[in-house]
């Protein structure tokens, strides 16, 4: 059985979708604030080393824990809105680049299962 990191397409495949993200996430007004004084290089290739290890592919993250790489986005307004936001862009750019309904949905899955640590908040029952 292929990994959710297989059905996206690999590298290539994650890699075009993460740059496609965030010419949208860059462009959207609720959240491009967020980004301002990053080096987008650096968050692209963070993001696709992220994406490749919750699917199920080679785990070459390095990045922070989700609680202290948003810490300081929190005292900024991050709050649910923008964590929708995310998925929102995540979850569109999958479909157009021809992601079945079923793996989106698996994606969608994996950034809610980190909505509250991105938030800094206790796990809801």
Same mark, same amino acid.
């Given at each position: 059985m292929q990994s959710l990191y297989e059905q996206l397409g690999g590298a290539p495949a994650?890699?075009?979708?993460?740059?496609?993200?965030?010419?949208?996430?860059l462009s959207d007004d609720r959240v491009a604030r967020f980004f301002d004084g990053i080096d987008m290089e650096r968050q692209m290739a963070k993001q696709t080393a992220f994406i490749t290890m919750v699917t199920g592919g080679p785990h070459n993250y390095t990045g922070r824990d989700m609680r202290t790489a948003h810490a300081s986005m929190l005292s900024r307004g991050l709050a649910d809105l923008h964590v929708d936001v995310v998925i929102q862009h995540l979850c569109g750019t999958l479909a157009e680049f021809g992601v079945g309904e079923e793996q989106i949905n698996k994606?969608?899955?994996?950034?809610?299962?980190? /909505? #509250?640590?991105?938030?800094? /908040? #206790?796990?809801r029952s």
């Open positions: 994650i890699e075009a979708v993460v740059e496609s993200f965030y010419r949208k996430m994606v969608r899955a994996l950034c809610e299962s980190v /909505r #509250d640590d991105v938030l800094s /908040r #206790d796990k």
